[in-house]
Structures are given as structure tokens and as C-alpha cells.
């Protein structure tokens, strides 16, 4: 157990995960797909992170290449991961075995094909213990039990002896968490955990997974489309965009404060409970860039509402705004003067277009 | 929940469409059970207005949907749309009437056809019916593409995988419009979509709506999607009908306490705001073996003794605002009044 003593040395106030440039690119035969293009940031002990984005941002590749989970041949990886103070971004598969189960799991989107058919419940969850805690089949079972009364699955040891099958689809992924609670990790990374499931469902499963991070000191990485689903579950978030970074802060001061027009442009677009029906929302026009030829400046510019000359061809970097821990990449952010007058242009610019024939509001999707 | 009865209907002659007491049953293998999927529903749909369905996954919601298209046909129940009787209709007078009620579906990829050129996909159904001339049915195709903002010309030469999801999505829609029809059904059009895509796509469907004067059955289990597009919501739960109301009103003043746990779980994009629990506990009971009374009543905060025992018919609390509870959070003493369905 060497990392233990290697943790033990480690201040409890050091981050617990690492990231500096990281990239994971995929070899195609259209050409290099930048899916993570030189990822930075550090996250603490016992906090929730959200990594909010479109399909395609990157957000997935990000949370796998942290956990080592990607495909053997393709994959591209640069940068550093360092998790406990030790670079795991050059491990193989074998190296990472260690280290899955025991100080980082995984829950998926799917809690229907996650799970083994064949194998019962009781066995899926006892596996790991066995193999990594090297406990005997009696008290693995009798862990089992324990986890699945965690996860709030009632008759638990009536459970452990049935099928995945027989289980819904919360149920399962209630299993789902047991099994990646099962060797104590100190990080769990969840994959739209609650997508496939009903929003009843899902705020139960939200809600056990932060009382279990909470118990636990557990690192959360909730990794989700949803701005709704990380609103009131996490500490931090983080929103990707073409394979980087655009905007970290807190979470309320992100919502609060948000200086990314791609971050503003996705608020917008959900429809809200509170407005009345019919409202208008706000599109945004076109589609995620291609990230064999991604754009050259900003990669939000070419559907980015207050564009200007500078974004189209120099990319901004990460930098800080006037509050603490919050990061955005923009020449022009939300509430700069440049803003406002962009904002007044296009508003003057919609005023003329609307005059004359209505046009459908596709704008630039189809190209 | 659940309730029957039909005192939310409106005059028979100012809908489109109106369902009454629809009853739809699948057979659960040689066991002689059955899947009581949708068991009484009554719905009506006026010229102009989108109702929109919502529920949790297995409610019995897309089937309503599929077997308003007869698709498969209901176990009982009536269907009447445009003055016609569907469910006694035959399969080629069944078949005409499809032209004026379209339906579009959840996933947009797999709902097209990947060996075929857009256009003919698009071009197919005033094909089969022989619409106008060819002239005429270039037309018509270049004018639909057009409306859903996909380039006629791209789509001549592109099959459905060159075009994203929204595009795929834009382009069911524009072949659900080229016949003309008075009625769309869109089953989750948009729940495969990223929320940026989705909000064109919703924009998209109420301009449309706006232009041909369509009718909108809108089935959905986002309930913030579902309040942006809808005149009208109904909420079911296990095949019933919990609650219909006007959307603003729904929204506001939820009085089934199924409604009322289904919005206090949608997450708030705002961490500033306090999230105000309906804990529930458990999931839906299965659809093979539902509860007696009021389907709900296994899962419901409010549940009393009457609710296993008798089954609430849906009544009107407020203006347009009917709620199939016993004992519902506000407008209790309503009296419960049996309307005559005939007229």
C-alpha cells in the first residue's frame, strides 16, 4: 500500500486530484479529434465537482482519461494527473487496477447494461471486496448487505440474491453506487448518473450520492448536461466546451456571476419552471465545433452572440476574475463594456432583420 | 390519482380530437396477466391547442399517443378525431386518416432511414399518395425543408447520418408537415437533444404551430419543456389521469399531490434557491398488479383509508382546473360533479 504512506505524508489540505494541460486526443481516420484539449485544475478533498457540458465538449473523455478508461489504441494522452500527490496520467490498465475500487470508482449513465445479467446482486458487490480488500466470502457478503442498506434498497438481504433483472432502474443504480462504494474510494466520479432515470427517481439519487459523500470525506465528479442537476449538488463547477475549459468558479458564483457567454448562452436556453408558457427561449444558433478543425480564436466565436474581430483569431486564455476561484476564458466577458455594446448592435441588427419576411430560426445549423 | 371520468371534457363539437374512457392492455406472455398500460383515460384537444402529456417512464403516456394513432389499435376506448371514429374504422380508411395526424418520434436518427437521401425521405409520403405533380411535389418538399431550416440542395445530396441530431430532428419534422396534416403527436422530440438544440427545436415546433395551424399532442417527462410548449397539461400516473389543468395553472397551483411531488423534484438551475422536498419515497408500482382506488395512494404524503378503497373521479376545482384526488392540496370541497359525456 504504497500510496497510503505517500497520503499520510501529504498535507489533508493538498489537493486531492491534480490536473495540468491535460490532452487526450483520438487518432482518425478523419484526422486528430482533440476531445480534451490541455485541461488545468485542482480539486479538494471531500468536495462535489460538476463538469457541465454539450454532447461532444469533452466532458466524458475528461472524466475517463482521469481514471485511466480509455481505449487502448487511438488515444493520445499529454499533461499531468496527479491524484494524492502521484502522477497517475502515465499508468496502464494493470497500474490502475490498484487504484480503481479503492480510491477511485465510476458509476455510469446506463444502470441497465452497467451490471453483469448473469451474476447476482450479492456477488457484483462482493467481488470487489474480495479482490482488492481480500475479504473472505462471508464477510463480503455481510459487507454487501451493509452497502446495499447504505443505498437505502429495502429487504437489502433479499436482494442479494437476485438478478439485476428483477430490479428497476433506480434500483440499479442504487446497486450500481454500492458496488463503487464498496472499497471506501476517496474519489467517485459519476457519468450522468441520473439521465436515464425519472426526476423522482433522480432526486433521490442525487440526494443519497452527496449524504454518501458527505459521510464518507469522498471527492464527487457529477459529470452531467444538466445546469439543474449540478445547481444544488456541488461545490464547484466546471463548464467544457469543445475539449476546454471555459468557466470555473464556486457554483453560486457562477450562477450568480458568470462571465462566459458560452455559460450565460446555456442558462438561457432552458426552459424555466417559473416562466410562463409559450415563453420565447433564447437558441443558441449552430452547432459544437469540430474538433479535428477547431476553430482557430475562441472556440465559442462562431456561435457566439457578441463575437468580435479579436475572438475569430486569437484564443483567450484562462484567467481570473475578481472573485476567488473564479476562472473564465473570454476577450469580452459578460458585463464588460464591449459586452453591453454588442449586445446593442445585435439588438438593433434584430430590429432591422425582423422588418421583412420572418425567417426560420435556424442560424447557421444548417450549414 | 387517478382517476376516471370525463368532467374535463369540452364540447364535443370544438375538438379535434377527443378520447374517451381509452383503455389499452398488453398480455404479459401465456401467464394470463396482463399490463394495464392505460386503463380510462378521456382526453380532448381543441383546433389550435397543444396539449401536452406528462409522467414518469411506464405512465402509459406514449402509449396514449400510439394508440390515438391506432398503433396498435386500444383495448376499448373512443378516438375521435375530425368528427371520425377511429377505433372502428378500417385499415384503408384508417390509413387516410393518418395523413391528417403525423407523429414524431423520440430518437430522430433511427427514425429515418440511413440508406436514403433526406429529400426522398422527406418526399416519400406525397409519393405513396400521389399528391399533386411532380412539379407540385418538388415543391411542396422545398418548401417544408426550407420551413425546418435544413438547405433543400444539402439534403438532395446527404443521407440522415451527415445531419446532427437537431438537423435529424428538423428534418421528421419537416416529413411529419408535408402531407398537410391538422395534427402532429410528438412523442420526447426533444429529451435526445443538448439543451442548446432543444431550444431551437421547441422554437421551431411553436413558429410551425403559428403557420399551419396545427394541433399539438406534446408527450414529454420534462415538465419545464413540457409547461413552455403546452396550452394544456394533463399529468398521468399508472395509466390514469391525475390532474388536467391550464399550463400556467398547473405550474402555479398544483392540487394533485402527485403533480405537486413531480415539480418539487425538478432540479432548480439556481443554487440561491432553497429546494423545497416532497420527499418520496419508493418508485411506481408495477402496471401488472395496480393499487386499488387511487393508484397513487401506495406512494402519496396525504394518502387516507378512502384512497385504497375508492377510486376519485376527476373533478373541477377552478376554472379549467380538474384534479382526480380525495383529499387534494387545495380546493377540497369542490363538489364532484359527473358531466354527461354525449355532448
Given at each position: ?5 505517500q497520503?499520510?505524508?501529504r ?7 491534480e ?16 476531445a ?12 462535489a465537482?460538476?463538469?457541465?457540458g454539450?454532447s ?26 496527479k ?11 494493470k ?5 480503481w475500487?479503492?480510491e477511485?470508482?465510476m ?8 451490471l ?40 437489502a438481504h ?15 443504480q442504487?446497486?450500481?453506487?454500492a ?10 466520479f ?9 426526476v ?7 440526494d ?8 464518507r ?13 449540478v445547481?444544488?449538488?456541488t ?6 466546451y469543445?475539449?476546454q ?8 458564483v ?11 448562452a446555456?442558462m438561457?436556453?432552458i ?6 408558457s409559450h ?20 472556440r ?5 452572440p457578441y ?18 476561484g ?25 430590429m432591422?432583420?425582423?422588418?421583412p419576411?420572418?425567417v426560420p430560426?435556424?442560424?447557421g445549423?444548417?450549414? | ?5 370525463t ?7 370544438d ?29 380532448d384537444v ?8 406528462v ?5 402509459g403516456?406514449?402509449?396514449?399517443g ?58 416519400e ?8 405533380s ?8 422545398d418548401r ?5 431550416g ?32 391538422s ?10 437533444l ?9 422554437n421551431l ?13 406534446f408527450?414529454?417527462?420534462d ?7 403546452s ?28 403533480t ?30 395496480p393499487p ?19 377510486e376519485?373521479l ?15 392540496v ?14
Amino acid at each position: 500500500m504504497s500510496n497510503v504512506s505517500q497520503a499520510a505524508s501529504r498535507d489533508i489540505t493538498d489537493p486531492l486530484l491534480e490536473l495540468t494541460d491535460v490532452k487526450t486526443h483520438f487518432r482518425t481516420a478523419r484526422g486528430l479529434v482533440r476531445a480534451v484539449d490541455g485541461v488545468t485544475f485542482n480539486l479538494d478533498r471531500g468536495k462535489a465537482l460538476g463538469i457541465v457540458g454539450e454532447s461532444g465538449s469533452g466532458k466524458t473523455i475528461l472524466s475517463r482519461s482521469i481514471m485511466g478508461l480509455l481505449p487502448p489504441k487511438g488515444a493520445v494522452r499529454s499533461g499531468s494527473i496527479k491524484f494524492e500527490g502521484r502522477e497517475i496520467g502515465n499508468l496502464g490498465r494493470k497500474q490502475m487496477r490498484h487504484i480503481w475500487g479503492k480510491e477511485m470508482a465510476m458509476i455510469f449513465q446506463d444502470p441497465m447494461t452497467s451490471l453483469n445479467p448473469l451474476m447476482k446482486i450479492g456477488q457484483q458487490i462482493a467481488e470487489p471486496l474480495k479482490i482488492h480488500l481480500g475479504m473472505d466470502k462471508t464477510s463480503a457478503m455481510a459487507t454487501a448487505e451493509k452497502l446495499l442498506q447504505d443505498v437505502r434498497i429495502p429487504e437489502a438481504h433479499r436482494r442479494l440474491a437476485q438478478y439485476p433483472h428483477e430490479l428497476s432502474g433506480g434500483m440499479r443504480q442504487r446497486v450500481m453506487i454500492a458496488i463503487a462504494l464498496a472499497c471506501g474510494p476517496t474519489a467517485l466520479f459519476a457519468d450522468e448518473p441520473t439521465t436515464a432515470l425519472d426526476v423522482t427517481v433522480q432526486a433521490q439519487i442525487l440526494d443519497l450520492l452527496n449524504e454518501q459523500r458527505k459521510d464518507r470525506n469522498m471527492s464527487l465528479i457529477l459529470v452531467t448536461h444538466d445546469l439543474g442537476v449540478v445547481a444544488g449538488h456541488t461545490d464547484d463547477i466546471a463548464v467544457m466546451y469543445g475539449g476546454q475549459l471555459v468557466e470555473m468558479a464556486p457554483t453560486r458564483v457562477l450562477f450568480a456571476n458568470m462571465k462566459m457567454p458560452y455559460t450565460e448562452a446555456l442558462m438561457q436556453s432552458i426552459p424555466k419552471i417559473e416562466d410562463p408558457s409559450h415563453t420565447r427561449l433564447t437558441a443558441i444558433g449552430g452547432r459544437p465545433p469540430d474538433l479535428v478543425h477547431p476553430p482557430k480564436g475562441c472556440r465559442f466565436a462562431p456561435r457566439c452572440p457578441y463575437v468580435r474581430e479579436k475572438c475569430e483569431n486569437e484564443m483567450p486564455q484562462l484567467q481570473q476574475s475578481d472573485l476567488p476561484g473564479h476562472f473564465f476564458r473570454c476577450w469580452y466577458p459578460v458585463g464588460s463594456p464591449e459586452y453591453f455594446e454588442s449586445k446593442e448592435r445585435n439588438a438593433a441588427k434584430a430590429m432591422a432583420s425582423a422588418a421583412p419576411t420572418e425567417v426560420p430560426v435556424s442560424i447557421g445549423e444548417a450549414r | 390519482m387517478a382517476g376516471t371520468g370525463t368532467a374535463h371534457l369540452r364540447s364535443a363539437s370544438d375538438a379535434l380530437l377527443r378520447v374517451e374512457n381509452l383503455v389499452v392492455e398488453f398480455p404479459v406472455g401465456r401467464t394470463g396477466l396482463k399490463v394495464n398500460a392505460v386503463s380510462g383515460i378521456s382526453l380532448d384537444v381543441l383546433r389550435g391547442e397543444t396539449l401536452g402529456l406528462v409522467g414518469e417512464s411506464g405512465c402509459g403516456k406514449s402509449t396514449t399517443g400510439r394508440a390515438i394513432m391506432q398503433l396498435p389499435r386500444p383495448t376499448s376506448g373512443s378516438v375521435m378525431f375530425e368528427g371520425k371514429e377511429l377505433t372502428s374504422m378500417g385499415g384503408d380508411t384508417m390509413r387516410e386518416a393518418r395523413t391528417r395526424m403525423q407523429m414524431i418520434f423520440q430518437d430522430p436518427i433511427s427514425s429515418l432511414n440511413p440508406r436514403r437521401k433526406v429529400r426522398d425521405i422527406v418526399m416519400e409520403p406525397l409519393t405513396i399518395w400521389g399528391r399533386g405533380s411532380k412539379s407540385q411535389r418538388n415543391d411542396q418538399v422545398d418548401r417544408v425543408l426550407d420551413e425546418v431550416g435544413i438547405d433543400p440542395q444539402r439534403a438532395a445530396e446527404s443521407q440522415p447520418h451527415q445531419f446532427s441530431g437537431g438537423q435529424c430532428q428538423r428534418i421528421s419534422i419537416a416529413r411529419s408537415l408535408v402531407l398537410d396534416p391538422s395534427m402532429i403527436i410528438c412523442d420526447e422530440p426533444v429529451s435526445a437533444l443538448d439543451v442548446s438544440v432543444q431550444a431551437q427545436v421547441l422554437n421551431l415546433l411553436e413558429d410551425l404551430k403559428q403557420r399551419y395551424g396545427l394541433t399539438l399532442v406534446f408527450i414529454a417527462h420534462d415538465l419545464a419543456v413540457v409547461k413552455n410548449i403546452s396550452d394544456r397539461v394533463a399529468v398521468m400516473y399508472l395509466g390514469k389521469i391525475c390532474e388536467v389543468a391550464g399550463s400556467d395553472e398547473l405550474y402555479r397551483a398544483p392540487a394533485h399531490h402527485y403533480t405537486n411531488v413531480l415539480l418539487s423534484s425538478i432540479p432548480v438551475p439556481d443554487p440561491s434557491v432553497a429546494v423545497k422536498r416532497h420527499p418520496i419515497e419508493g418508485e411506481p408500482p408495477s402496471p401488472v398488479f395496480p393499487p386499488s382506488g387511487c393508484r397513487f395512494n401506495t406512494r402519496c404524503p396525504a394518502a387516507q383509508e378512502r384512497c385504497s378503497a375508492e377510486e376519485p373521479l376527476l373533478r373541477e376545482i377552478g376554472d379549467g382546473h380538474f384534479v382526480a384526488c380525495h383529499y387534494p392540496v387545495h380546493g377540497g370541497d369542490a363538489p364532484v360533479t359527473v358531466r354527461s359525456s354525449s355532448n
